[in-house]
């Protein structure tokens, strides 16, 4: 077995996206921050909405891009703080809607376009670039930033094992 820091998965359509983004939400603790890296189209959306489910939001369904609105909010067992940065080409407007609070303030945070930000995340985060391998192909690479996200990776790695690129 790879002992790599890097999680490897692949998707072979949206619905599988959003169940590799529901593993995600259901072992996502308070305060965790991920990043979302990939072009327009990756499936970073996709991706949020699965997590939402596996989070319990009701009604993940309606989890939409917050392109124009930079963050919207929905309830669950968490509070989960969608924010999409792709209008952003630094990290001051981030920090102007107060990122580095809402980070802390007990929820699970996920950045869109988080590249567009470097440097506003905090130090401890997950970091997942999506890369686009055919028409409904989809790669995920999931990076542990930080002590307790690299701690987790093992356990990441197990949730994750339907989706290894490695089997
Ligand atoms: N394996 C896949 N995972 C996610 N989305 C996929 C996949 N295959 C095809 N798609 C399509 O790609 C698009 C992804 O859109 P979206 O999640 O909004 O991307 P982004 O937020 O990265 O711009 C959707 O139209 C979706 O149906
Ligand atoms: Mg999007």
């Not at 067992?77 to 630094?90: E, I, Q, V």
């Not at 440097?119 to 690479?141: K, N, Q």
Request: proline content about 4%.
């Amino acid at each position: 077995m790879t002992c790599s820091a890097r999680i490897e998965c692949q998707t072979a359509g949206p619905e599988q996206t959003m169940s590799l983004g529901a593993a995600l939400g259901d072992m996502a603790a308070p305060n965790d921050v991920f990043g979302l890296t990939g072009t327009l189209g990756a499936g970073k959306t996709c991706l949020v909405k699965g997590m939402a489910r596996g989070l319990g939001v009701a009604d993940s369904r309606r989890v939409i891009s917050p392109t124009f609105v930079l963050l919207r909010r929905y309830e669950g067992c968490l509070t989960l703080y969608h924010f999409d940065a792709y209008r952003l080409d630094d990290a001051e407007a981030m920090e102007d809607i107060g990122c580095a609070e809402l980070f802390e303030a007990g929820g699970v945070s996920v950045v869109e376009w988080a590249d567009h930000v470097d440097g506003c995340l905090p130090p401890e985060h997950f970091r997942v670039s999506i890369r686009v391998t055919g028409s409904s192909r989809r790669d995920f690479a999931i990076e542990g930033v930080g002590d307790g996200p690299s701690d987790r990776m093992e356990e990441l790695r197990h949730r994750l094992a339907p989706w290894s690129a490695d089997s």
